[in-house]
């Protein structure tokens, strides 16, 4: 029990490193995304983020997951594009 819990200490300072950044990329990706698109929601472009990731890390065309995009927050085939490459750069797709 000692050891896993030696263990777990010295896991957490690493993960909460890692997580940091993560953050700060994300915060960025929504405040360039609200300075465009005021009326998404902070909530919807984090979700939609993690989305794109997901799909793109997948192996998922960057064309299919514009019209994901496109579909989910009812934005045009531009507006989609943009939030996708803003993803791919901010978020590190």
């Known amino acids: 029990m000692k050891y896993m819990v030696g263990a777990l200490l010295s896991v957490v300072p690493a993960a909460v490193a890692f997580a940091a ?7 960025e990706f929504v405040r360039t ?3 465009t698109y ?4 902070d909530q919807q472009l984090r979700t939609e983020g993690a989305k794109i990731c997901s799909v ?11 019209i994901m995009v496109r579909n989910d927050l009812g934005v045009s085939i531009s507006a989609a594009g943009e939030i ?5 750069v901010q978020l590190d797709c």
């Not at 950044?21 to 915060?27: I, L, M, N, Q, S």
């Not at 005021?38 to 929601?41: I, N, R, W």
């Not at 996708?84 to 791919?88: P, Q």
Request: no cysteine.
């Open 21 to 27: 950044p993560a953050t700060a990329g994300e915060d």
């Open 33 to 35: 995304m609200q300075t």
């Open 38 to 41: 005021a009326f998404l929601t």
């Open 56 to 66: 793109l890390g997948s192996g998922t065309p960057a064309s299919e997951a514009v």
């Open 84 to 88: 996708v490459s803003a993803a791919v």
